[in-house]
Structure formats: structure tokens, C-alpha cells
């Protein structure tokens, strides 16, 4: 276990640090300490390496992340593991707006709740909330799936592509072109594999599916009435 | 004028200026479709422009250099704010961003051959780098855009500039769309949606909303790329002294202003007609919020909108600018609305030189399409050929200029080399009125 006090180490140096992880290091676990919300910490990580983060997280903590798995102990900031390609993000708190915001893989899991817009854009990142998600959550949300154990906050899943969202509680509102959707065995099987990777103890059969009504795919171009 | 039933004089028939036959033909396309039209291109109304300025050259005064044999140096150097390795290019003429999508995948290769060849940047679009275009550029920008259509951390990293788009002069404040006739299969897979769909670009970013989060954005942006490349901020020619200060708040190196003649893919005419402001209108008031900041030319400016030869390149950096970028212009040296098609155009209910249904991908040079019998019709490194050709000659144009100026670096064109032919011109771009010392609006002037 190698260590990173940013009482210490500057923010460059750390995250130069942790880029000069080859695949070949064999320094495959580090810890961060004293993070105190600054901002972009272990972002552009591209190594299969573990990093701790022992406190909370500003601004887009484990960005754009490849293969790495990074555990927050604490809450995150806004958009952490944004645009992630691979790997995991697990945040043992909450999460602030955007979380997830256009991931393309991986899978980011946050055991508290998560704010607005979780999820927004999002293109085949995989996302579990323990908790409960604020409003305007997968706007866009073009592929992947996003699981919310608790509720969803208005419109959610407005303008939406082909990501497929799970929510077990209550939804305040569907944004334009959202649809609840049957629940099919494929589905289940889905939210079972998710809700194990994500150390969640829900149900599948207690969730409900939406999805696009896919009404917004094309511009009427022959609108006339 | 008499009237044919009875031979009695009468009134000529005049058409409506307010109710013209355009407009009205437009009112009965509505009135049947029920949908408003979309194109591609810029702003075609009649704007103040660069053409409303003029040089005053070399006299008593001033000393003139040598037509073709003096030095008149073109370089520049952008991004030597905070990047480790500044983009340095030759010209100061650089390929604005065109999405792969609304261009074919040899169209943007051409534009990589023809930067390449002549010594200065192109620049990736919404949609993506491919891998064409990264390959046949020697110099490439990276658009970061709202879609983040495509967007990885390896493309970010095999680009030599980061651009933030913000705006587009076509559209401040509106997203992209690209209708489903061009969304092919690779298309389609690159921005990770369902193929033939139409579809929309986020008109704002995901995970950031203002100044102050950009500022960590750019943060997070050179933290992953190691602080070695220039971060530019793209605006539309909105609100160009505040938009400019706080781009270069939030720490741009390079601010990019399009002013709303600059093309586009394809967005509502209604917007590209009615929102933004000329760039001539744009550069004085970007150029004052560097100065105000004190990083006039630390920070640099390029500017864009409607820019089609060397004498717009020299009235641009006259007013400020340190260079300036090309979108249309460059499709049309490719080939875009050649009179050789006119048969085809005419076939699509258009014409050479009007022909702006980009977005419906049936470009008859083969450039706005993903049609892949189309595009075998273009060239790629004929294409590329022309477009240096081209860039070349904006060039010597731009020398000529500043060597009848006295100047031995386009750099040194300045106001005081221009003069303006209308009120509005002198106005916007606050250059005298040709044969006065005044513009309205001058300090000390009470008018
Ligand atoms: C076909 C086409 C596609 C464009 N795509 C983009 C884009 O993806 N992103 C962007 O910021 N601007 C885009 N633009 C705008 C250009 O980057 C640039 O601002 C504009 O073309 C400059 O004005 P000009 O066309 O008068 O030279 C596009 C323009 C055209 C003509």
C-alpha cells in the first residue's frame, strides 16, 4: 500500500503519480489522505490499480477513469466519474450533480443518495444509488443503466436514448418521452447481477422499468395537420 | 402602367420590401408543412462586415515593404498562457471544427492534408476524432462539446489543443442536430446511438454550468492531460466583452469568437438568421476585455464568421485578433456548392452557391454526406490540394496587405491601418469613418 498525504503532495504531483501506474506496476493499491473536497483528484486514471480516497471529494473525482477501481470514503463532489470508460467508482457517502455524467463503461456505485442530473448523458456507464436520485437524473441518457434503490426526483429520464433505468421507489415525475416499461426475465437477470456488484441487498422484483418511448427519435417532418 | 381591360392609366404594381416574395414563399411552406426550416450555412443576410473596412497603405507617413521580396512574417504561437507545448503554426488561418457526421470521413481528412500541407491546425467537431482525421493532421484540435459524443480520455490525449465549445456564432445558445440520413452505421456507433435516428446535441455541458465550475473543469481537463496542452473556450459572438473576460477567468489560453455569419451544420434558419452578432461587431469588444485584463496577445484571439480571403484575415488581426479560423470558406475550396453539379443541385430544387440542405446528406460534391456513393466522389487528397492551394493564397493575400501597411508580421496590422466606409461599420468596429477622425461612440465625442 503506497500512500498520498495531500497535506503533502500537490494535487499534479499526486495525479502524475498515480498516471505513471503502468499496467505492469506492482504498486496496485494507494491511499489518498486529507483529499478535503479539493477537486479533480485521481482523474484520467489508466491502470488496473486500487486507490482509497479517505475523506470527501470536490469536483469530478476519478474523471474519465479507465480500468482503475477507486473507493471514496466519504462523499464526492459534483460530477465524479464523469465520461468513466472502464472500471469502478464506489463512494461510500453521497454524491453531488452529475454523477456518472456521460460514462461510457464501468461502474459507479453510490451507497448514499445522489443529486440532480445523476447519470445525465449518460453511454453505457453502469450505475447503482443505494439511496435516492434529484431531479432531471439520466436526462439524454443515450445507453447503460442506471438502478436507484430509493426515489427518483422529477423528470426523470427526459429526452431519453436507449439507457434502461430501474427505480424501486416512488418517481415524482417522467420527463418528455419517458416511459415505464414491462419488466421482462432479462431485465431481472440485469438488476440481479447489478444489485450484487454493487453490494445492494434490494430485490430485482421490486424495482420497475422505464426506458424511452422513442416518440422524440425523429423530427416530424411532415408535421401538418 | 394602363389597366388592359379599358386602357386607363393606373398605379405599377410594386412588391412589399416587408412582405417580399421570400418571405412570402416561406409563409405558405409553413402554412403546408408545419415545420420550420432547417439548413446548414451561415447567416445570409446582408451584414456589416469586413467589406466595410477598408486599408489606408502606406503614404508620407508611413513605409511601405517591398510587395514580394520583404519579409512579412505569418507565424503564430497559441496557447502560451499555461500549456506546456503551444500550438505553432505557420499561418495564422486555422480549419474551425466540423462535426464527422455533418462532414463525410474523407472531407475531413482533406481538411487535415490541406491544414498539414500548409502549416497550420484543424480542429475534430461534435461527433468525435477519427481516426482519418487524426492520422492526416499535423496539428489537431480536440472539440470538448456539450453532446461528448465519442469523447475518451485517449483522443483528448492524442490531441494537441483542447477546445471547450461554448457557442457557435450560427447558434449562441442552441445545441447541434444531425437527421437521420446521416447517421450511418459508423456514425451511429461513434456517438453510441441508434442508427437513423435524428438527432440532438446538448445545447449546454452535462457537468458544468457556469464560469466558476468551468474553471474546475479546465482543472480536471489538464490534470489528465498533464498541463501540456492549450485549453481554448469557444463562444458565440453574444456578449463578447463578458463572455471573453470570463473565458480567460475560468482560465482559457486561446478564447475562440464566431460571429453569426460563421456557418453550421444545420440548425433552424430562424436562429441563424436572428441570434448573435456580426464578428465585426465582436472583436473590438473582445479585444477591450484583454486589454481591461491586461492579456491582450498572452491570452490569444481567434476569430471567426463569414472570413474568405486575405483581405478578412488582415482586417482581423488589424482589429486584434491573433488569428482567425475557416469553415465555410474551406468547404467551398474543397468543393462544397461547385457550378459543376448544378444539374444535380437543380435536381434537389437549388442551385449552385445556395444549396444548403446539409443536413439532409445528399451533397452532390460529396462532402455534407455519409452517403457512400457520394462520397466516392470526392477526393480526399485532391481535396486537401485545393484547400492548400487556398490557404496559400489567403495568405499572400494577408502580406500584401501588411507590407503596403509597413508591417513585416501580419502581428503588427493595427487600427490605425484601417478606416471605415459606413456609419455602422465605424460604429461596430469603433475604426474612423473613412475621411473623418471620428466614429460614433468615440471617447471625447459627444455623439
Ligand atoms: C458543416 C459545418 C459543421 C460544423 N460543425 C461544428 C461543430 O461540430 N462544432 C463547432 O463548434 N462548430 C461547428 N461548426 C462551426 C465552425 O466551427 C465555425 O465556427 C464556422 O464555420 C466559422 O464560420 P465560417 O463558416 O463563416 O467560416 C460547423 C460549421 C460547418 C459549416
Redesign the pocket.
Known sequence: MQTLDMAEVALREMNATLHAQAETSNQTTWEILNPKGAHAIACGLDAPIEVTVKGSTGYYCGGMNKQATIHIKGSAGPGVAENMMSGTVVIEGDASQYAGATGHGGLLVIKGNASSRCGISMKGIDIVVHGNIGHMSAFMAQSGTLVVCGDAGEALGDSLYEARLFVRGSVKSLGADCIEKEMRPEHLALLADLLERAGATAKPEEFKRYGSARELYTFKIDNAY | MTDPRNGAPRTTPIQSATFSNPVNAEIRRAAATGIYDIR???AKRKLPHFDDLLFLGASMSRYPLEGYREKCETSVTLGTRFAKTPIQLDIPVTI????F???SAPAKEALGRGATLAGTST?????GMTKEERGHSNKLVY?Y?PSRYGMNPDDLRRADAI?I?V????KPGGG?MLLGQKISDRVAEMRNLPKGIDQR?ACRHPDWTGPDDLEIKILELREITGWKVPIYI?V?GARPYFDTTLAVKAGADVV?L??M??????TQDVFIEHVGQPILACIGEAVRALQDLGLHREVQLVV?????SGADVAKAMALGADAV???????IALGDNDPRWEAEYNALGTTAGAYDD?HEGQDPAGI?TQDPELMRRFDPVEGGRRLNNYLRVMTLEAQTIARACGKNHLHNLEPEDLCALTMEAAAMAKIPLAGTDWYPGKPGTSY
Not at chain 2, 96 to 99: D, E, L, N, R, Y
Not at chain 2, 123 to 127: F, I, K
Not at chain 2, 261 to 266: E, L, M, R, S
Open positions: 446548414g450555412g451561415g474551425a471544427g466540423m462535426s457526421g455533418s462532414l480542429t475534430t467537431g461534435d461527433g472539440q462539446l477546445e465549445v457557442g457557435q456564432g450560427a447541434g446535441s469557444k458565440g475562440v464566431d460571429g455569419q460563421g456557418g453550421t451544420a444545420a471567426s464568421g463569414g472570413i474568405r479560423s475557416i469553415g465555410t470558406a474551406a468547404l446539409w455534407t
